[in-house]
């Protein structure tokens, strides 16, 4: 099958939410499996679709930041892929990351936000804060964009320009590893040149990124590891995926998530509808199938990670993968 556009017919059912034995929703969407040298492991539905990957591309963007030479901390590098739940402590470590790089967070040019997660924006609100630059979830990856043009001597207001050659390094280091050039652009929420893949060829990617071949690679991999809760923060499903099995885990907004193990076997998880609760338990449900998890890895995560399905005060269902 040709590359093309995601169409309804390239779905297939990859989750169910049961209540009490009956099927009450189902999620259609497309998981590719892919190994080291890029060979398809799983395929469900049409991996040859081609989906806007949102946050999924951030490790690649990391990538192409770190082959330019720029120093970054560990932690920095984590906040460069980071889609943050807008914590203080993100907040606190993105103003020092911009600081160390002679930045401030008036050169950031994502927009004012609230924080991502439900509990941060709460605490936020209740000290009287406002949305702002960075408690924008992608304000890591931005500080991690100007901290290259500082040290390439690049524009800092024309960052996000898609002819700045920061924009086309990126593209580039995408094609790369995907194996494929981005059938077409747009714009991300935060207002970063945003370049589509197919389901196939994001699972290569990110298997080519955990099986850690580079020195850069290399460094990202550790970075992610030691600073799980930067890259999403505690408790969610990104940071706790990291600290369970290794690798990375990265979620994209309308219903993306993209894996890789330390082994350097990636998975991309795209449902349909843009849903977000099925997309984690999909991805590492696809692992397991495969042998990339094991069982009773996939069986903690689970049954951490997926939403149950009350009826009162007792939980009577919740989401059963169909891979």
């Known amino acids: 099958m040709a590359l093309h556009p995601l169409g309804v017919t390239d779905g297939v059912v990859v989750a ?26 799983l395929e469900k539905g049409n991996t040859q679709a081609v989906v806007y990957p949102r946050s999924t591309l951030k490790p690649l963007q990391a990538l192409a930041l770190l082959s330019t030479g720029v120093e970054f901390t560990p ?21 020092a990351f911009l600081h160390h790089h002679q930045l401030g967070p008036h050169h950031l040019r994502c927009p004012e936000d609230w924080p991502l997660g439900s509990g941060e924006r709460a605490a936020l609100m209740a000290e009287g804060g406002h949305p702002s ?38 593209v580039d280091t995408i094609t790369d590893y995907a194996g494929e050039t981005p059938s077409f652009s747009s714009v991300d929420g935060c207002g970063s040149p945003l370049h589509a893949l197919s389901v196939g ?15 850069h690679e290399k460094l990202l991999l550790d970075a992610v590891k030691n600073n799980s809760w930067a890259l999403d923060g505690q408790g969610r499903d990104n940071t706790v995926t990291i600290d369970t099995i290794g690798g990375i885990a990265k979620i994209g907004a309308e219903g993306l998530v993209a894996m ?10 795209k449902i349909l509808d843009g849903s977000m609760r099925a997309t ?16 009773d890895a996939f069986t903690t995560l ?22």
């Open 280 to 295: 984690t338990v999909v991805a590492l449900s696809a692992l397991a199938s495969v042998g990339a998890i094991s069982s």
């Open 260 to 269: 890789t193990t330390p082994e350097g076997v990636g998975v991309a998880v």
């Open 133 to 170: 630059r960075l408690a924008m979830n992608c304000s890591g990856k931005h500080a991690g964009f100007l901290a290259t043009c500082q040290h390439q001597s690049w524009d800092l207001d024309t960052y996000l320009s898609p002819s700045h050659p920061l924009q086309t390094l990126i």
């Open 302 to 323: 689970a049954e951490v990670l997926a939403v149950p399905v009350t009826g009162g005060e007792s939980t009577i269902g919740g989401l059963r993968p169909t891979i």
């Open 75 to 95: 932690l920095e590098l984590a906040l460069s892929t980071a889609s943050h739940c807008g914590s203080a402590q993100h907040r606190d470590a993105i103003t």
């Open 201 to 215: 060829a994001l699972a290569r990617a990110f298997a080519r990124v955990g099986s850690a071949q580079t020195a």
């Open 16 to 41: 169910e939410l049961v209540r009490d034995s009956v099927v009450e929703s189902l999620h259609l969407g497309v998981v590719a499996v892919s190994d080291p040298s890029g060979k398809l492991l």
